[in-house]
């Protein structure tokens, strides 16, 4: 039976405990301690699914005030991003502009300014839905996440975290702390692209790219793609393929290739045939892009 | 040539609406109040056995079941006479007919406290029927009936194959017209389910006074029609039920008829004694209530050589869900439409309307002419190119335009064209475009293409005529004149945000040459206006308005008479009434001898100090004609032929409104027109799995509709008004609101083609179709 | 759980559940009627109100999370300097109709000026800032105008 009468999206239909502990061990301890205790930060998926009663916590432990996971830092070679820190911070964050383009680009196209206020870049990843939009750059940059619990930290690749829709390698008892980006490749190109319903709509399809051009040939090209799969995925057969082509030859052969990267479905935002022919279009489109901004490596984004 | 009228005054409103301080139904307050909510159907087709209410009444709540109201089938519109009105509806059923349907509900001194009694009702089902979703499969031979007798007017009538009411009209001789035309194009069009979203949620308050009577806030176009629905459902008289008029926020058809959520609120209210608030959640506003018609159009029609419109066959089969709201007058209207558009030498007309297990349907702006114009406009222009002759010159030839009959809400409300601007907008519009360059899709190469098309269309300007007819249409106005020369104006009549209400301020002020800042639009209610049928069918200006204003000219004549008494002239025809700037007053005075002069103020005063009694005039008024006000849109689209996305580029919209009364709020009708009617050509669609549930099953996340950054800036937006005169409406005024979305499914349409060579017969036409179709054609 | 906010300007302590949104607390417990419920997940920015200067949809925040903050609603901002030229600019260029959605548009418009998310008050600019507010009656074209007459205004008056 449909549980029509247990939605509520005027008010959360149930309640549950809520913690606001006032350090990263503290959260840690309730996670640990607390049955059914589950971390929130911003909110904006989870207050949706609990609205929806897809989730139904018993607790919800709330880190998205915790000073430990909130700050941009430039740290030697790459970037490392608190997970409570907000899509408008990144947005805002110089940083995060100049040494993470890729990252800017797609943060800058997601959800509305008032959600923007209010997401963080931790739940975005954590709710590890298919079509979150920071997964692809991250994906191509290589990222490392930091999962603390009472235990310790284990770093793991992003590309390791997510397991299918909705569903990750993070542990109850664990935290997302901090998301460790390698730097953007000095002379790399680079391009996000999506589409989507509306302005600012959750991806039907995304592409993220970041390659290099030594010799009119592209050389170490990352792809990777979100919503065309149960996981957001890197193209590694289509790096592949196009390693040490012309641009020319990547916009015939990269196509070809991407198709097998992908897993497409049907839903109802698009149709796996759409997504699967304009995953080849956005492709194209990135891997031009990609391949000017390597060409023109003074370009950044306008903040 | 006007003081006021055309000019721009901020809207009486606006100061409240922008700050928020205005009150909704939802804001409203009343101390001791219950918190109501709804047990929902969770099948789409059902039969309960029982339901227990132990355990949420021993939570505090005070349940609703289908014992507990009158079992009493209605339609909850009651625009139609009775004779056509078809009613299968109940406040709450035993046998739930699609998903959401209302079973039972619950109110309780908190919100969260009404949510854990609402699943606390224990409901158990002795059957679950697999659900009919589809029309055609609903009047297949053996389908289960998902009514099997319902009510017309008074009398009970089976129900047969599924088929809630049927419309046949012919006119001519098509087969004799078919044998004389040259071109004959045939098509079948498809539009789905789509959802208002208003974006306030329905809902109702509820109280009991002292008295035994109870006043009703809610979310509707009608306050009249609301309290005589509660009226005929409760069996409570009519002078015990008032209801308030509360701002609405946003209609376009979601609250013609009286929603479900006020029936229900009453129950509860009458169950518990006490005030009880029933508002929808979004979701179940948008899942579970209702949406608008799914249509499945077959139009043929053809033309001779010479670009003479010959015949014209429509056969429409109407999706209408699991009740009827307006199943049958829709058939009579949508052939209206089909009618009025051109010049048929001859018509033929079949139309069903067929029950299925989804949320029943209701008019969303325009009542079917958006999709039926659509479709006309589609197969006018295919005529058009194959006979070789521009589409702009096929349309001026074949419209039906000045001095023609006109029956756009259907075949019992005639009347006569007597106003027309279609070809001044065609010719200003087409040079503002740049029509004549908009080039042959097949020379069209890249991978972004641009296309430039036309729609023409019109809606009628309320459902008058001068014969009674199927439908009831007329308003009411009372007027009058406060002591100090202010005005109070009340009438029942709903304003959605058009400004309407702003429309008759500007019209009482110029008849009496007072400043519109004088008259005061009265927040009324049932009890303390005279009937007015409903704000629909774009009639609040046109006939609203002329109520309006016959109801200030009477006021201006007592103004007159006792002017002529201070001002010791002969009688009240040697005198003048002028608007005074300095004064910001009227100023009577006699002709000729100008210092004889005394303000409306003045005489205000004088009535009351010398016992010469109220100055005041009550007014209903219905009008005798419901003329079109044609619109013509000019739209310039890019599609992105590798993603299928379309762009809008440049809309003009032209519109003959006759006098336009609110320059500014005009305009914005037809932004909010065009912004409606792209929405629907490219993107709104409510569609069903197997199981009778909406896909976008639970909210606005899977329903978009676009942003600001979706539509045209302002400077891709020009708008133009035809310098037309209507004779028969206030001040030469028609109406605008649902002429400004019309045509505009059909215009985008027709750019898509000119863009792309393709044609699309189901909307909406989103990027997958769009790119499907150009991968097809290769 | 109690939480201190700073409401349009005053503290106020309130106790909320923790099943509350700040769209709750402020409609039910506070009884400010300008946040308006549309969506409830986010989707349509009528509930937007400020928290900390930052234009947000309270119907995703939970209050109880909001201890020490300081939250502006429509109806306060409305009465600021800037609140009152956004409105009167609304109400000039016909930008309301319904009027359900208008409050949100205000507080967005209000931040977007402030904080600079509007600097050249160009069109595209204006739309990028205000889409997150869904507006179904006017096709935006009346508010994006309104915005434009605001920013002309305050380039006029040498404003930032």
Excluded at chain 2, 363 to 388: C, F, K, N, Q, S
Aim: charged share 25%.
């Amino acid at each position: 039976m449909l549980s029509v009468n247990r939605i509520n999206t005027y008010r959360i239909p149930f309640t549950f405990e809520y913690y606001r502990p006032r350090t990263l061990r503290e959260a840690l301890e309730i996670l640990r301690s607390v049955e059914g205790a589950k971390v929130v930060a911003g909110g904006t998926d989870l207050v949706v699914d609990m609205k929806f009663r897809r989730v139904e916590p018993k607790a919800l432990v709330d880190v998205s005030k915790l000073e430990e996971l909130r700050y941009v830092r430039l740290v030697e070679d790459y970037v490392e991003i608190g997970s409570a820190v907000t899509l408008q911070e990144l947005v805002e964050s110089e940083v995060v502009r100049a040494r993470l383009p890729l990252l800017w680009e797609a943060v800058n196209s997601m959800a509305s300014w008032q959600v923007r206020n209010i997401a963080t870049i931790g739940g975005n990843i954590c709710n590890a839905s298919p079509a979150a939009d920071t997964a692809p750059p991250l994906l191509a940059y290589g990222a490392k996440l930091l999962l603390t619990s009472l235990d310790g930290v284990r770093e793991v690749g992003i590309g390791e975290f997510f397991v299918g829709p909705k569903r990750s390698i993070i542990r109850p008892d664990e935290v997302l702390q901090a998301i460790r980006v390698p730097v953007h490749p000095a002379g790399y190109g680079w391009s996000f692209r999506k589409v989507s319903r509306t302005s600012f709509d959750i991806a039907k399809i995304s592409v993220a790219v970041l390659l290099k051009v030594d010799g009119g040939r592209i050389r170490d090209p990352r792809i990777a793609l979100g919503a065309v799969a149960p996981t957001p995925v890197r193209a590694r057969s289509t790096e592949r393929a196009i390693e040490s082509l012309s641009l020319e030859e990547a916009l015939e052969v990269g196509p070809r290739f991407v198709e097998g990267d992908i897993a497409p479905i049907d839903d109802v935002r698009s149709t796996a045939w759409y997504r699967r022919e304009v995953a080849k279009v956005l492709l194209r489109d990135s891997l031009r892009t990609a391949y000017e901004r390597s060409l023109n490596p003074g370009w950044v984004h306008e903040g | 040539m006007y003081d006021f009228i055309g000019k721009t005054f901020p809207r009486h409103d606006g100061v409240a609406k922008a700050t928020g301080l205005v009150e909704f139904t939802f804001d409203i307050e009343i101390p001791d109040m219950l918190y109501g909510r709804i047990f929902k159907s969770p099948y789409a087709f059902a039969k309960v056995r029982r339901i227990d209410t132990s355990l949420a009444e021993s939570l505090g709540a005070v349940v609703l079941t289908p014992d507990s109201v009158p079992d009493r089938l209605f339609n909850p519109r009651l625009v139609s006479i009775e004779e056509d009105t078809f009613k299968d509806w109940r406040v709450l059923t035993y046998t739930p007919r699609y998903l959401g349907e209302p079973i039972a509900a619950v109110a309780a001194p908190s919100e969260d406290l009404a949510q854990r009694a609402l699943e606390a009702l224990k409901v158990e089902f002795e059957e679950v029927y697999e659900p009919i979703l589809d029309p055609f499969k609903a009047m297949a031979p053996g389908a289960r009936p998902i009514h099997e007798r319902i009510v017309r007017g008074r009398t009970w009538v089976e129900v047969r194959n599924n088929v809630a009411a049927e419309l046949r009209y012919s006119e001519g001789d098509v087969e004799l017209e078919e044998r004389r035309s040259d071109v004959v194009i045939e098509r079948r069009f498809h539009v789905p389910r789509r959802y208002h979203v208003q974006l306030e949620p329905k809902g109702a308050v509820c109280k009991p006074e002292p008295d035994g009577s109870i006043t009703v806030w809610t979310t509707t176009q009608t306050i009249h029609n609301t309290k005589i629905l509660i009226s005929q459902v409760y069996g409570i008289p009519m002078s015990r039920v008032n209801v308030k008029k509360v701002p609405i926020g946003g209609g376009f058809g979601s609250s013609i008829h009286t929603n479900l959520v006020t029936l229900i609120a009453v129950g509860l209210c009458l169950k518990s004694g006490r005030p009880v608030k029933l508002v929808l959640t979004r979701e179940e506003d948008m899942v579970h209530d209702h949406v608008s018609f799914e249509f499945y159009m077959r139009i043929r029609a053809g033309a001779t050589k010479d670009g003479t419109i010959t015949f014209g066959e429509f056969e429409n089969i109407l999706d209408i869900g699991a009740h009827q709201v307006q199943a049958y007058p829709l058939l009579g209207t949508a052939l209206g439409w089909f009618v009025s558009l051109y010049r048929w030498r001859a018509v033929r007309y079949y139309g069903r309307s067929v029950y299925t297990n989804k949320v029943p349907s209701c008019a969303i702006r325009g009542y079917g002419a958006p999709e039926v114009t659509w479709a006309v406009e589609t197969v006018v222009d295919e005529m058009a190119e194959e006979l070789g002759i521009d589409p702009l010159e096929f349309r001026l030839r074949n419209y039906r335009g000045r001095g023609e009959i006109f029956w756009g809400q259907g075949p019992t409300v005639k009347s006569v064209i007597r106003s027309d601007g279609v070809p001044e907008l065609i010719a200003r519009g087409s040079e503002l475009i740049g029509w004549r360059n908009r080039g042959d899709p097949r020379s069209k190469t890249g991978r972004y293409r641009r296309g430039i098309g036309v729609g023409r269309g019109f809606h009628t300007s309320g459902a008058g005529g001068p014969l009674s007819g199927a439908i009831i249409d007329y308003s009411g106005a009372i007027v009058k004149v406060n002591e100090d020369g202010t005005v109070d104006y009340i009438t029942a009549l709903q304003d959605h945000g058009g400004g309407t209400l702003d429309a008759h301020a500007k019209i009482i002020a110029e008849e009496l040459k007072i400043p519109p800042s004088k008259v005061r639009i009265v927040w009324s209610d049932t009890a303390t206006t005279v009937y007015d049928v409903c704000t629909h069918a774009s009639r609040g200006v046109y006939v609203g308005g002329e109520a309006a204003r016959r109801a200030a000219a009477e006021v201006r004549r007592k103004v007159l008479e006792y002017a002529a008494r201070i001002l010791d002239a002969v009688n009240p025809e040697a005198l003048r009434v002028e608007y005074d700037r300095e004064l910001d007053d009227a100023v009577i005075y006699v002709e000729g001898a100008p210092d004889r002069r005394v303000t409306l103020s003045e005489v205000a005063r004088i009535a009351w100090q010398r016992n010469w009694g109220s100055i005041s005039a009550s007014v209903s008024y219905r009008a005798t004609a419901a003329p079109p006000s044609f619109t013509v849109y000019f739209v310039e689209v890019e599609v992105d032929t590798e993603t299928g996305i379309v762009r809008p580029v440049r809309v003009v919209a032209g519109a003959d409104a006759g006098t336009v009364i609110n320059p500014e709020l005009a305009a914005g009708q037809l932004h909010g027109g065009f912004a409606m009617g792209w929405s629907w050509a490219v993107g709104d669609e409510v569609s069903y799995t197997e199981d009778g549930v909406p896909a976008h099953r639970l909210s606005v996340a899977d329903y978009k509709i676009p942003t600001a950054l979706d539509l045209p800036k302002p400077e891709e937006f020009v708008v133009l008004f035809a310098s037309t005169y209507e004779p028969t409406g206030p001040f030469g005024a028609k109406g605008l609101g649902e002429a400004a979305s019309n045509p505009v499914i059909a215009a985008v349409a027709n750019a898509i083609y000119n863009a792309i060579g393709i044609r699309f017969y189901e909307i909406p036409i989103t990027p997958e179709r769009v790119l499907e179709a150009l991968r097809e054609r290769g | 759980m109690r939480v201190r906010l700073r409401v349009n300007g005053s503290w106020v302590e309130v106790d909320v559940e923790p099943h509350e949104t700040l769209l709750n607390v402020l409609r039910d417990r506070l009884r400010i009627r300008s946040v308006k419920y549309g969506c409830g997940i986010g989707e349509c920015g009528s509930c937007t109100v400020l928290l900390n200067g930052r234009p947000v949809t309270s119907c995703l925040v939970l209050a109880a999370g909001l201890d020490g903050t300081s939250i502006e609603t429509a109806d306060y901002l409305a009465k600021t300097e800037l609140g009152t030229r956004i409105v009167n600019a609304l109400l000039l260029e016909g930008a309301i109709q319904c009027g359900y959605c208008i409050p949100g548009f205000l507080v967005t418009i209000y931040a977007a000026l402030k904080s600079g998310m509007i600097r050249r008050g160009d069109s595209t600019e204006i739309a990028r800032a205000i889409s997150g507010n869904i507006c179904r009656c006017t096709g935006y074209i009346n508010i994006v105008k309104a915005v434009r007459r605001v920013v002309a205004e305050l380039v006029a008056i040498g404003a930032d």
